[in-house]
């Protein structure tokens, strides 16, 4: 016997019919002789539609009463899929964030979980039932409830499937796997049986949107088996984990890639100590994040710093600098909201040399100029004009023959 945790997403319970569909999935689960714990988003478009609600009646309501309103979501569909459980034959019973003890800090609208409490889960489990929980939500020191902001029903299952170490945490969505990039872009792109959370971690930084970075993080560290799955066709998924690869390693596992890039430049800054902490540090005190850094000696004790913004703080961001160029006595704020970042990101790229100059070579052969590069470990990013990011992602694909199943040893 398996314990199992399976977490469906908005587009896997939209309607009765969908529910009706997932209650069948976890039936069959329960059957082949696992224990199960389901973790449920609200129904598609359904926390949009509450949001609607608040604004018309406070344009800037309450993170608390938001809160309050935007857990009901996820406690209507467990209500709804205990229903057909029962139907079904299955016992089952719902249950919300704070009734399994789902503890979080203070912070209303993107609570961090502190931990989760396992006596009710056992407790149900031991009885032979299936759990189904509300994601999303937990409960504070003061018992006020919490949501996790963006992607915390992914969260909310993988801190689950740690603290009862699960066998499988199961992430069902609207694709069935995670792809060697978006299909909609490079129709010849692959589904991956398995890829390392390393990787995968890095492809959710860098744009893919298979599943939050938050929940891949949590799954990282507590070594939580993870499979992306299909709730709408069957099918393997993928897997995701530490565990090495039957096949020899590939050197690219996936092309990654984010449209929402802004480049920001300060030039003709002071080259002296501390500059870079000033330039940057009414940028994190309005809670802009930072991606990549760039900084150039000019001469004449000058230098240029370069670093990017998601899109939407762009405007925000060159505001800020302007006054710290001021202060610095530096040149000028310039910057470039029609950018977009590509990465090529595989585990294999750590004992094969050649990487960079065929990811240049082919971008090149393209006439597609490079603005920015950074490099890790396992990835390779670069800035280009947003115009050429399809023709990117599609000659770096082809370049890496990612099209292609790996041979074995």
Known sequence: ??????????????????????????????????????????????????????????????????????????????????????????DAVSMTGDQIRLNTDDTHAKARILNVETDNLKKHLKLGQVVVVAGFQGRNAANEITTLGRGGSDTSAVAVAAVLKADECQIYTDVDGVYTTDPRVEPNARRLERITFEEMLEMSSLGAKVLQIRA???????????????????????????????????????????????????SGVPDKPSVAAQILSPIGAANIDVDMIVQNTVGQGK????????????????????????????????????????????????????????MFKALGDEGINIHQIATSEIKISVLVDAK??????????????????????
């Open 1 to 90: 016997m398996a314990l199992i945790v399976q977490k469906y997403g908005g587009t896997s319970v939209a309607n009765v019919d969908r529910i009706k569909i997932v209650a069948k999935k976890v039936k069959a689960c329960k059957d082949a002789g696992n224990d199960v714990v389901v973790v449920l988003s609200a129904m598609a478009g359904e926390t949009n539609r509450m949001i609607a609600l608040a604004k018309e009646l406070n344009v800037a309501p309450s993170s608390r009463e938001m809160d309050v309103l935007l857990s009901t979501g996820e406690q209507t569909t467990i209500a709804l899929l205990s229903m057909a459980l029962h139907h079904l034959g299955v």
């Open 216 to 266: 891949v993080e949590f799954a990282g560290k507590y070594n939580v088996p993870l499979r992306v799955l299909s709730s709408f066709k069957e099918g393997g998924g993928t897997l995701i984990s530490y565990e090495e690869n039957e096949m020899e390693s590939p050197i690219i596992s996936g092309i990654a890639f984010n449209q929402e890039e802004a480049r920001i430049t300060i």
């Open 303 to 358: 230098t240029d710093f370069t670093f990017t913004v998601h899109r939407e703080d762009y405007q925000q961001a060159k505001h800020l600098l302007k006054a710290v160029c001021a202060s610095l006595n530096a040149d000028a704020v310039q910057g470039n909201d029609e950018i977009a970042k590509v990465s090529v990101v595989g585990v294999g790229m750590w004992n094969h040399p050649g990487v960079a100059e065929t």
């Open 388 to 409: 050429y990011l399809e023709l990117a992602v599609r000659t770096l694909h082809h370049a890496f023959n990612l099209a292609e199943e790996p041979c074995e040893k």
